[in-house]
C-alpha cells in the first residue's frame, strides 16, 4: 500500500514532543472538546490537516483545557 494515501496521524506522545508538553497536558489537549482528534481504539489521535487548521485558527487565543 501506498503510504502517501492515507492522512498523518499524531497521538497524545507526538502532541507532547511538538508542544513540549507534559503528558498530562497534552491529554487534557487531546480531550478538550474544541480539539479535532479522534479516538480509536480508546487511543486520542489528529491529523496533520486537523493540527495545522486548529494551530492556524487559534493563533494568539488560550485555548481552555479540560
Given amino acids: 500500500m501506498d503510504k502517501k494515501k492515507y492522512p498523518t496521524l499524531y ?23 474544541n480539539f479535532p482528534r479522534m479516538k480509536i481504539g480508546g487511543r486520542y489521535y489528529i491529523t496533520e490537516e486537523n493540527l495545522l487548521k486548529f494551530l492556524k485558527q487559534n493563533t494568539g487565543r488560550d485555548v481552555p483545557l479540560q
Fill in 11 to 33: 497521538n497524545v506522545d507526538d502532541i507532547q514532543a511538538i508542544f513540549n508538553m507534559n503528558k498530562s497536558t497534552a491529554y487534557k489537549l487531546m480531550q478538550s472538546p
